[in-house]
């Protein structure tokens, strides 16, 4: 089976702080992927990065960070110096080779003025 | 080249009746999805095909069925509907795992589907 957990569930935070989203993730595959996506109040789903599980760079864009750890089997996405426009739901998922797929609940980040 | 399109984005239905939801991409993807979104919560897998002609169980199947008859459509059939199907339901599709480097995942814009 295979699970995927977004523990926090809502996170506040100013405008320019510094805010991580943890993910943890469960499965027996050796190959699986990973990703985030973002989910503002619009509604449609925005895919921000892909990982997969033979390469454990971290890897920035701009104001985003992922953190890919195997060891710990987290894969956490850091924003720096929020902007209020970053404020949405965001979701981790893990899809395997047999292409079924799981997303955590995800975490509402509200970023405030 | 559209992505992924849902079909409809709202409906409203009335407990028992039937409907048939509508997902098409035009990216000659192998992979395809169904999800539903209840309110505060993720996305939850209904069912998926990994190519066309198949079709397999996700997480929440019961109540649902789904056929893959051409590679391009996915349809999600709710026979008879009820108040607990009442959800934003997600498709996606994706390429097969050789191509999956070069792409990401698509997801259509979602429908809105309300039962009374």
């Known amino acids: 089976a295979q699970k995927v957990t977004q523990a926090q569930t809502e996170i506040s935070v100013v405008e320019k702080e510094d805010v991580t989203l943890d993910c943890v993730y469960e499965t027996r595959d050796t190959t699986y992927y990973l990703f985030w996506y973002k989910q503002p109040p619009s509604g449609e789903l925005v895919f921000l990065i892909r990982r997969n599980s033979f390469d454990e760079q971290n890897e920035i864009s701009g104001r985003y960070s992922w953190n890919f750890q195997k060891s710990t089997s987290s894969f956490n996405f850091t924003i720096t110096a929020s902007q209020v426009v970053d404020s949405a739901v965001y979701f981790c998922a893990l899809w395997v080779r047999a292409g079924k797929s799981t997303f955590g609940d995800g975490t509402t980040l509200t970023v405030k003025p | 080249n559209a992505g992924v399109t849902q079909t409809p984005k709202f409906r409203v239905l009335k407990t028992g009746q039937s409907m048939t939801l509508l997902c098409a991409q035009d990216m000659n993807h192998e992979y395809m999805y169904w999800y539903r979104q209840d309110p505060g919560m993720g996305l939850r897998l209904i069912h998926y095909?990994?190519?066309?002609?198949?079709?397999a169980k996700g997480e929440v199947p019961d109540g649902y069925n789904v056929s893959r008859l051409k590679k391009q459509n996915f349809l999600l059939g709710l026979e008879s509907a009820a108040p607990s199907q009442t959800s934003v339901y997600f498709c996606a599709s994706r390429p097969g795992l050789s191509k999956l480097a070069g792409g990401s995942q698509f997801f259509g814009p979602g429908t809105r589907l309300t039962v009374l």
């Open positions: 095909s990994v190519g066309e002609g198949t079709t």
